[in-house]
Nanobody, 128 residues
Framework: QVQLVESGGGLVQAGGSLRLSCAAS????????MAWFRQAPGKEREFVAV????????YYADSVKGRFTISRDNAKNVVYLQMNSLKPEDTAIYYC?????????????????????WGSGTQVTVSS
């Protein structure tokens, strides 16, 4: 079992930055792919970013590429999402998710249906 707790959300002006954190329980944190998804009002949950074993294995949605950075600290069981140059369209609830690293293809980890564990989410609001 893995429990995930997100923090760091809030209200920020367009162009600003926020850093989200996701603390995970369990002793096998490094064996999980960790991802961030987001869901805006009236929209489906969408993939934001995923990190496999280290920062050299990170993948992003086109909408956030170049602005967001996902990282992980396996010693602390924490995954981060640094969000820069925020836009009003980034407003959403951001969810942390974990999935066992059993698939070779990273594209599989773009789908929310492949994640076993989810946090309760943290609200990010970007004002114009």
């Amino acid at each position: 079992q893995v429990q995930l707790v997100e923090s760091g959300g809030g209200l920020v002006q367009a162009g600003g930055s926020l850093r989200l954190s996701c603390a995970a329980s369990g002793r096998t944190f490094s064996s999980y792919a960790m991802a961030w998804f987001r869901q805006a009002p009236g929209k489906e949950r969408e993939f934001v970013a995923v990190i496999r074993w280290s920062s050299s294995n990170t993948y992003y949605a086109d909408s956030v590429k170049g602005r967001f950075t996902i990282s992980r600290d396996n010693a602390k069981n924490v995954v981060y999402l640094q969000m820069n140059s925020l836009k009003p369209e980034d407003t959403a609830i951001y969810y942390c998710a974990a999935a066992p690293q059993i698939y070779y293809s990273t594209q599989i980890y773009y789908s929310s249906s492949n994640y076993n564990y989810w946090g309760s989410g943290t609200q990010v609001t970007v004002s114009s």
